[in-house]
């Protein structure tokens, strides 16, 4: 069955530093996400992309994120100056149906800002 | 504004009860309403949506437009349902805090 893969799983960075956390969605997808999970705290919405632009995003995605697809298959979140708030586990999803499809999530990626 | 509710961060029964986790949401228009589920150690992944009205591993979930709730019920509950269960509105989800569902044998 395809799945959702995020690399890294763990992303160690220190404070400043440039991040990109990569995510192949599944290939036949066309609406991609982008969640983190602070720990103890809820999954928050981050951001949404089709047809190559953001669709919609959260007041969480500022200036410092940004998303791509840089070829057919991967999806990438960049933050530009690593926070230590940013810490987190990001997830990425994949869906064919924005509206009432199920999301597939991938297996987060773990940031730890230092 | 569209906000997600789930009352309990844990929930503990023994198995063979029954289980019912709450979900309370803030929606204007016509919601969309998931439970997710977290297994240890594995991916989020749906359990049921309101729309497909169906009953997968045992759960199902009545939206109830009045008390604005999506509360999720199983008659008796097995050791393998341990996991954490999210309630999401939307499409871009709005995830609810999650309750830690806990079977014990």
């Avoid at chain 1, 919405?45 to 500022?62: A, P, R, W």
């Avoid at chain 2, 309990?8 to 204007?28: I, R, W």
């Avoid at chain 2, 016509?30 to 992944?45: A, I, T």
């Avoid at chain 2, 709730?69 to 999210?86: G, R, T, V, W």
Wanted: proline residues 5%; charged residues 25%.
């Amino acid at each position: 069955e395809p799945e959702v893969t995020q690399t890294p799983s763990h992303q160690v960075t220190q404070m400043g530093q440039e991040v990109i956390l990569r995510c192949v969605p599944i290939s036949n997808h066309l609406y991609f996400y982008w969640y983190r999970q602070i720990l103890g705290q809820k999954v928050e919405f981050l951001v949404s992309f089709y047809n190559n632009e953001i669709s919609e995003k959260s007041e969480i995605f500022d200036d410092q994120f940004s998303v791509e697809r840089p070829d057919g298959s991967n999806f990438t979140l960049k933050i530009r100056s690593t926070k230590l708030e940013d810490s987190a586990m990001y997830f990425c999803a994949s869906t064919e149906d924005a509206a009432e499809g199920e999301q597939y999530f991938g297996p987060g990626t773990r940031l730890t800002v230092t | 504004a569209q906000r997600v509710t789930q009352p309990e961060k844990l929930l503990s029964v023994f198995k063979g009860a029954p289980v019912e986790l709450k979900c309370n949401y803030s929606y204007s228009g016509s919601p969309e309403l998931f439970w997710y589920v977290q297994y240890s150690r594995q991916r989020l992944q749906l359990l049921l949506r309101h729309i497909s009205r169906e009953s997968i591993k045992g759960f199902t979930a009545d939206l109830n437009k009045g008390e604005t709730s999506f509360h999720l019920k199983k008659p008796f509950a097995q050791e393998e349902d341990s996991a954490m269960y999210y309630c999401a509105l939307g499409g871009k989800l709005i995830f609810g805090q999650g309750t830690e569902l806990s079977v014990k044998p």
